[in-house]
């Protein structure tokens, strides 16, 4: 990777990359929160709820922009890359807008809605649903973009050649290592949901719980990884190969860091430095990916700069986000600090 | 159905559904602002009623609204990957500032609905400053894209039919782009201030608490009277620009079939296209010519001046186009019978003529918006750029497309009614606290 190799089709993609990694340790949590709340057990689960609620409720809408960000840097930036994924992923997507609107308008429902307990229930559950739903098949768009089965399926239907329904729109992302990135994700938003959690409350017992519930879910990330990994090895050896190569090796390492110092972390509930190596992990996980994918956007075909849109269009989109950067963050940190905890 | 028709069903399905709640998103929040700036104000517990009532209604609205457009992010990909393709470069600018309006928004709404105890009283009132005007900022933007499909420029196509040559900052300001961006705000306003105040109205029928509903009636209709007299003028401006840009819709949309000078103005009527002619129209001489060119003896091309392939629906638009004008028309001159009523001096809440007019007009604003969305979409086919590029070129390869138009209409249909019953035991919640 040479440094005369950036310009700005590679600084904006970073910058996309960036806004994904916002979004999955912003609203990525606010869907593992969903997670939690599906499985909140014991005498405290109504206190489990609660605290769900109040974390999510001012938050997750702005949380939930730095999707639309992505998308919309995507298609202006990328315009071949976001047609084609559009193209070959349209069911994951299609399943996943879903799993986006029910947990969106639920939890509205469920806030706003009838008081009685029939209704909360009936809307908490779709709530808690479709929060697992939608970062499993988030989870799996990005798995099958990294396998290349995506881009390949695209690129075989460009051709005319083999473009059964089932090979191009249904095998690519309907596959084991697709799969296990979805547990992946899945796994990884509760984990950030429960790190959080246990910050953002005073009462022993609770932080306890979402102790527990960290561990259980860095315990499952650990599994999706490593399972993933042999799938790959199996299924996908050009991916595995990429992984654990001499490029993505040191990276993997500092993975491998901050997932230890954030088990460690939890385990001895220093949670401030939990938080700090749970967003670590998480980030590193998905810059991994990015890096192992360089300089391909939709490996094996699509690289940043062929589906670069032209000159114009970036330099204006450059300046639009500097601009906006100057508006969004200092709001963003508002919002944040005038919610900083539940805690009175 | 064709893969193309369900396409083209889901997208309006999916805009047909946000832009209800993208409108409510662009007023309400300006509704409940003034609702608390009055109640900082005069210190009236009422005012306070109001505004923590009308912010009830913006979390809810705005949340279907936030993942209906979510949908719609996407879909332009899922389904018109060919028209992303070509057109992201140049579309893609006013949708990137969109974003940037829609963080703000989505920020500032979850301060505004969660702060009331938490940030001071300006703080809170500037936030749902923010609010109301980052959702009129998102609707600039996003109908300067539309504006940009109808009118498009900005690029020079290459013999491959690429775009070249791509300046996203001329598409964003392409010959529509005012006048459409006028007509949305305005239809924003026109339409959520007067259903809120058709609610009102009918509560107030209904003996429901004088004291609150008073107020609510007097703040929507500020916000939706002036609107609906505004708009059919923002209407007559739009028309004229279509008169010149796309003639093809013009004759559409007035059942136009063939090309004459002073063209009548048609009233209802309906465009068969087998005879080529629009039947049982009242026909007003010149009318049309007058309206589109302001001139009696100006040309008006008709529809049959362009193939078959490349004419529009013209049943759908022409009775669509006819729809928007008499709900809209209906609409201004009850906003003008409130606006005078008011200026004579009379109390509004107690004029049970008036009040009854407003509860029946309530719900033209938003079958108006769906109609004119009618207008300028099916009437700019078979193109999704207009003259540049067809829908059918637009539209993804994937077969089956009519099994994700019906779920997701399977989804909205039951979205819709859970809104709908949720509003409604709001808005009865009202009722029974204060009454």
């Not at chain 1, 799969?179 to 790190?195: D, N």
């Not at chain 1, 315990?219 to 999706?224: D, K, P």
């Not at chain 2, 490349?310 to 008499?326: G, L």
């Not at chain 2, 207009?386 to 138009?405: E, K, N, S, W």
Request: aromatic content about 10%; proline content about 5%.
């Amino acid at each position: 990777m040479r440094l005369d190799a950036l310009g700005l089709p590679e600084i904006l993609a970073a910058i996309i990359v960036l806004s994904l990694n916002a979004y999955v340790l912003t609203g990525g949590a606010d869907f593992g929160g969903g997670v939690w709340d599906l499985l909140a057990r014991g005498e405290r689960r109504a206190a489990q709820r609660a605290l769900i609620a109040s974390q999510i409720g001012p938050i997750w809408e702005a949380n939930h922009v730095w999707l639309i960000l992505v998308v919309v840097l995507l298609f202006t930036a990328f315009p071949a890359a976001f047609a084609t994924l559009g193209i070959v992923l349209h069911v994951p997507l299609s399943l996943m807008l879903i799993g986006i609107v029910l947990r969106g308008s639920s939890f509205v429902f469920r806030s706003y809605g009838a008081r009685d307990d029939a209704t909360q229930q009936r809307w908490g559950r779709v709530f808690a649903m479709a929060s697992v739903l939608t970062p499993l098949l988030l989870g799996i768009v990005v798995g099958s973009i990294a396998t290349g089965d995506a881009g390949a399926a695209a690129d075989r239907l460009a051709a005319a050649r083999d473009v059964s329904y089932t090979s191009t729109y249904l095998a690519p992302w309907l596959a084991p290592f697709p799969l296990a990135m979805g547990v992946l994700a899945l796994a990884m938003f509760a984990f950030l949901a429960a790190v959080y959690l246990a910050l953002a409350t005073d009462d022993v017992a609770l932080r306890e719980d979402f102790r527990r519930r960290a561990v259980g879910a860095e315990v499952a990330m650990f599994v999706a990884a490593f399972g993933g990994l042999a799938i790959a090895e199996m299924t996908a050896p050009h991916v595995s190969g990429a992984l654990i190569g001499s490029r993505a090796l040191a990276f993997q390492t500092l993975t491998a860091v901050a997932a230890i110092t954030a088990l460690w972390a939890v385990w001895t509930r220093r949670w401030r430095t939990a938080r700090i190596a749970a967003a670590l992990q998480v980030s590193l996980i998905l810059w991994g990916w990015v890096l192992v994918q360089y300089p391909f956007v939709v490996p094996p075909t699509l690289t940043i700069r062929d589906t670069a849109a032209p000159r114009a269009t970036l330099e204006l989109l450059m300046a639009a986000l500097v601009g906006g950067a100057l508006i969004l963050f200092p709001a963003l940190a508002y919002l944040y600090r005038t919610f900083a905890s539940a805690k009175h | 159905m064709t893969d193309l028709f369900a396409a083209r069903s889901q997208m309006a399905m999916s805009l047909g559904f946000h832009i209800v709640f993208a409108e409510i998103g662009i007023a309400l929040p300006l509704l409940m602002v003034l609702a608390e700036w009055r109640w900082r104000r005069t210190g009236e517990r009422a005012y306070y009623d109001l505004a923590r009532r009308w912010a009830k209604g913006t979390a809810v609205l705005f949340a279907v609204g936030a993942v209906s457009g979510t949908v719609l992010s996407f879909e332009l990909g899922l389904l018109w990957p060919g028209f992303m393709r070509h057109a992201g470069p140049l579309i893609g600018m006013p949708f990137s500032l969109e974003g940037f309006a829609f963080f703000l928004e989505a920020i500032f709404i979850g301060v505004y609905l969660y702060g009331w105890e938490r940030v001071g009283p300006r703080a809170h009132l500037a936030a749902g400053v923010v609010v109301a005007a980052s959702g009129a900022a998102s609707a600039v933007f996003v109908v300067l894209v539309n504006a940009w499909m109808n009118t498009p420029v900005g690029f020079t196509l290459d013999a491959a039919g690429n775009f070249v040559n791509v300046d996203p900052v001329t598409a964003m300001r392409s010959p529509a782009a005012f006048q459409q961006v006028l007509h949305m705000l305005l239809a924003s306003y026109a339409a959520t201030g007067m259903a809120v105040a058709g609610v009102h109205a009918w509560m107030l029928l209904r003996g429901a608490s004088r004291e609150f509903h008073r107020r609510a009636l007097t703040i929507a209709l500020c916000v939706g009277a002036p609107a609906a007299v505004l708009q059919p003028l923002s209407g007559d401006l739009s028309a004229r620009v279509v008169a010149e840009t796309q003639p093809v819709k013009l004759a559409a949309l007035e059942g136009e079939w063939l090309t004459m000078r002073g063209a009548p103005l048609r009233i209802g009527g309906w465009p068969d296209a087998s005879r080529q002619e629009t039947r049982w129209a009242l026909e007003i001489p010149y009318g049309l010519s007058l309206l589109a060119f302001h001139d009696p003896h100006a040309q008006v091309r008709g529809l049959l001046s362009v193939p078959p392939e490349d004419r529009p629906p013209v049943a759908v638009v022409h009775v669509a186009f006819q729809t928007m004008v008499a709900l809209g028309s209906a609409l201004a001159l009850v906003a003008l019978w409130a606006g005078w009523a008011a200026w004579r001096g009379r109390d509004l809440s107690t004029d049970r003529r008036l009040l009854r007019a407003l509860a029946i007009v309530g719900p033209f604003g938003f079958v108006a918006t769906e109609a004119g969305w009618v207008v300028t979409e099916v009437g700019r086919q078979p193109w999704v750029v207009q003259g540049i590029m067809r829908t059918a070129d637009a539209v993804t390869p994937m077969p089956g497309l009519v099994v994700p138009m019906a779920t997701f209409t399977i989804l909205y249909v039951g979205l819709g009614a859970v809104v709908v019953a949720l509003v409604t035991s709001l808005v009865r919640e009202t009722s029974g606290a204060r009454a």
